[in-house]
């Protein structure tokens, strides 16, 4: 079973265009999407209504900053404060260009920092990138597995 790519964003456009982007690189895997921090927070440590969920990780967080309830900052520092989402590679996706949210979250161990393009075909071409390097082509940590794209 492949590994699930969790995207956290509470901008219903940004949402679709992100889906569609993932959609368009034929990756296998599930894509899992929340709304807010807390939501993010639930899942990942499997409480509230995702206690149920499958064990295991996702393959990628798909993060935005600046989210209802619990900001991006907060999930990341949460995430990667447990020892067992740490491996877990982040990337915050976000139209924050500001100096401060860039250094704060590779301070606190983000794998990449994006900021969201304007344009339409940008936008779609910057999420297949991202979908195709972290749930494909990069290498999990020992003992994960390397998804396979779909043919």
Do not use: C, H
């Not at 499958?54 to 393959?59: F, L, M, Q, S, Y």
């Amino acid at each position: 079973m492949l590994k699930p790519i969790l995207l956290v964003e509470d901008n219903p456009k940004d949402l679709e265009l992100t889906l569609l982007a993932l959609e368009k690189s034929n990756l296998a895997n599930d894509v899992i999407t929340v709304r807010d921090g807390a939501e993010a927070l639930d899942y990942l440590f499997r409480r509230g209504n995702y206690r149920d969920r499958p064990d295991g990780n996702p393959a990628v967080v798909l993060l935005d900053l600046k989210l209802p309830k619990v900001d991006g900052i907060e999930v990341l520092e949460q995430l990667k404060a447990d020892s067992r989402l740490r491996p877990v590679p982040v990337v915050m996706l976000t139209t924050s260009r500001e100096e401060q949210d860039l250094v704060r979250s590779y301070a606190l161990g983000v794998n990449a920092y994006v900021v969201k393009p304007v344009a339409f075909q940008e936008f779609i071409e910057a999420i297949q990138d991202l979908g195709i390097f972290w749930a494909v082509l990069n290498e999990p940590p020992p003992g994960s597995y390397k998804p396979e794209r779909k043919r």
